[in-house]
Every structure is written in structure tokens, then in C-alpha cells.
């Protein structure tokens, strides 16, 4: 149970403008999307975790630090879990895809940064899978 990795898109630029895609992305599991965005820069979204939701995140606009933790018990977290540490900006094409299994810590490094989530569970299943865990559980990188 669980895994996490980037997926690359790709920019076309020419005189109309900018288009980013992601033309090998399968978006047939998700049921919702939403975004986040952080009144600034100090909030930190952490520790949230799901034990099967999936969720991919695509920063829309500014840079988000993304820290991710495996977590094996989510009764009783170990807290020397190792933390995958991941920056996705507005400027490259990245959606970064976590599995069931991980809690996630989330931080905004720029101004007006705006996070857009997809999920494969709907709200009220999310709600029955989720689990908070304290900021200081887990150290991780947030700058």
C-alpha cells in the first residue's frame, strides 16, 4: 500500500500564449477536485492522511512544498518515518500523485499560491478515511 510519484507534463508556447498538458494523465478515478489557497506563506496544512484515498495535486498558480510520510499504523504512528520531500510550482507542468497509505504536510512558498486537488473518494467517503495527526509528529522541510 501506497506509493507516490511526479508526473511530467508538457508547455506549447507561442504568440496566443501558454498551454500546459498532461496528455498521459487518467483522471477516470476521481469523483471531485477542489483548491487550496493558503492565506500565506506561514500556514502549514499538516499532517493529514487517508488509508485509500488517492489524490493528485497540480499547483495552479506561485509553489508548494509537499511533505509526504508513510505511515504503517494510523492508530499508533511511528515517528521516525522517513518524509519524501517535493516542490511543485505553477511554472512546470507537475502533478504529483499520492496513494492511499501517506499523510501529507502542505506549505505555500509564494504569494497567492493556489493548489488544486483531485480525489478518487467522494466527501463523505474521504471523511470516513481520514486521519489528523499533530505538526511536530514528523519533522519535515518546509522551506
Known amino acids: 500500500m501506497g506509493s507516490h510519484s511526479l508526473i511530467q507534463g508538457t508547455l506549447h508556447e507561442d504568440h496566443r500564449g501558454i ?3 498532461f496528455n498521459t494523465l487518467d483522471l477516470s478515478r476521481v469523483k471531485r477536485m477542489y483548491q487550496i489557497q493558503p492565506a500565506n506563506e506561514q500556514i502549514i496544512r499538516a499532517w493529514q ?10 499547483c495552479l498558480q506561485g509553489s508548494f512544498i509537499i511533505n509526504l510520510v508513510k505511515v504503517t499504523d494510523f492508530e499508533h504512528p511511528v ?7 517535493n516542490v511543485i510550482t505553477a511554472n512546470t507542468p507537475t502533478i504529483l ?3 492511499g497509505g501517506y499523510a501529507s504536510g502542505i506549505k505555500s512558498t509564494a504569494p497567492n499560491s493556489k493548489l488544486l ?3 478518487d473518494l ?3 467517503a474521504s471523511k470516513n478515511d ?3 495527526f499533530d505538526l511536530d509528529l514528523w519533522m519535515a522541510k518546509w522551506e
Open 19 to 21: 498551454i500546459s498538458f
Open 49 to 58: 492522511g487517508h488509508k485509500t484515498e488517492n489524490k493528485w495535486f497540480h
Open 79 to 85: 515517528t521516525d518515518a522517513k518524509i519524501s520531500y
Open 97 to 99: 500523485y499520492v496513494e
Open 117 to 119: 486537488v483531485f480525489s
Open 122 to 124: 467522494s466527501t463523505e
Open 130 to 132: 481520514d486521519y489528523r
